[in-house]
């Protein structure tokens, strides 16, 4: 399929640069493919009444780490600013990361992170450029480790900001708040499964009280997902690989509710690429731990989810291409038709949608 097939305009005032207060009080729009009514103009709040007793909702408990730094790079007496986005750990020291500019980085150079971003405060941290790859990223190879390294990247990192907000206005400390879900777990995200930010204390009660349940899967975000598609085909596009989890537990916990007829909803296009990565033709959920790298589009053949909620995204996205493989391609151009004429707010900080399935 042709990229442009999903291009769409999106009006600049369209775009949440902040979240909602309270974050559940976010609008939601529901699309039902072949329903009487396609689109329902909705609320979070809500999201109890529109799913049934013994229902399920399964969330990333990914932690986002201040994965954006700032480093220095000396050479024959020339110092250069380089910007570093981790996006996969390889190992206990050591990440690839996207780095600018990496033409003018060689191998077995160190770059340097200080205290501040001016690199004259003290030395914090320092990585060898080990390898590049022909997908453009860089191997890092840090002087501290495992946990030692955690609270370095914690010192000097920010908070990497997707690319349309960041143009906007400049990452400050009410981000590590608001760009974490509150059920945050395992620390390894270069960005938010920001379908999951919309989740309180409050909404978690209600959907317990509706008998909703709610499960856990883990997959690290990496900086990939901000990524453009450069290509003209999606056949062509190349996906990043990004580290997730499903015990053995909630494989089976979730396997059971859809044997008794109720529907397992993913809450992010995050919880969906790590179930569907470990479904089989079969339709059962298996245990995985391990790296995907699995690229959902139209004429995809869903086994393992019967819902999803998920913010809205950007034109030409691999998550726009999901969203319409799941509810149709047609179906998605007129909810986010709708939603921009009604003033929904997109992407991470902006507003929700419930997507159920178009039907063969």
């Not at 600049?12 to 207060?21: D, G, H, S, Y």
């Not at 709040?45 to 399964?58: H, Q, T």
């Not at 201040?66 to 050479?75: C, I, T, V, W």
């Not at 780095?99 to 030395?123: I, M, Q, S």
Request: hydrophobic residues 40%; contains cysteine.
């Amino acid at each position: 399929m042709r990229v442009d097939d999903f291009d769409f305009d999106l009006p600049t005032e369209n775009i949440a640069l902040r979240p909602v207060k309270p974050r559940d009080a976010s609008r939601m729009l529901v699309v039902r493919p072949g329903a009487d009514q396609l689109l329902e103009d909705s609320a979070v709040l809500s999201l109890p009444d529109l799913l049934e007793p013994g229902d399920a909702l399964v969330f990333n408990n990914t932690k986002v780490i201040p994965a954006q730094l700032l480093g220095f790079r000396d050479r024959d007496g020339v110092r250069a600013k380089v910007g570093v986005t981790l996006h996969q750990k390889v190992s206990a020291n050591e990440w690839r990361a996207f780095v600018k500019p990496a033409k003018k980085l060689r191998l077995d150079d160190t770059v340097k992170f200080y205290g501040n971003d001016d690199g004259e405060g003290e030395l914090k941290l320092s990585a060898l450029i080990c390898e590049k790859s022909e997908a453009g990223d860089l191997l890092l190879r840090f002087d501290k480790s495992a946990g030692e390294l955690d609270a370095a990247i914690a010192e000097v990192g920010h908070i990497p900001l997707p690319p349309y907000i960041a143009s906007k206005r400049a990452e400050d400390a009410q981000d590590r708040e608001d760009y974490q879900t509150v059920y945050a777990e395992h620390k390894g995200a270069v960005a938010a499964p920001t379908a999951g930010l919309h989740f309180t204390d409050r909404l978690f009660d209600a959907l317990k009280k509706r008998g909703i349940e709610s499960h856990f899967v883990t997959l690290h975000v990496g900086a990939g997902t901000f990524l453009p598609v450069k290509v003209d085909k999606t056949e062509d596009h190349k996906m990043h690989h990004e580290w997730g989890e499903i015990s053995e537990e909630t494989a089976q916990k979730l396997n059971e509710i859809r044997a008794r007829g109720n529907k397992v909803v993913a809450v992010g296009t995050t919880s969906l690429r790590i179930l569907e990565s470990a479904t089989g033709d079969d339709k059962v959920i298996k245990p995985i731990s391990g790296s995907t790298d699995i690229f959902i589009t139209p004429g995809y053949k869903f086994k393992a989810i019967d819902g999803l909620m998920t913010n809205f995204h950007l034109p030409k996205s691999t998550l726009f291409m999901l969203v319409s493989a799941f509810s149709g391609m047609d179906e998605m151009r007129a909810a986010y038709t709708f939603a921009i004429e009604n003033g929904y707010r997109f992407y991470s900080y902006g507003d929700s949608s419930l997507l159920f399935p178009k039907g063969d």
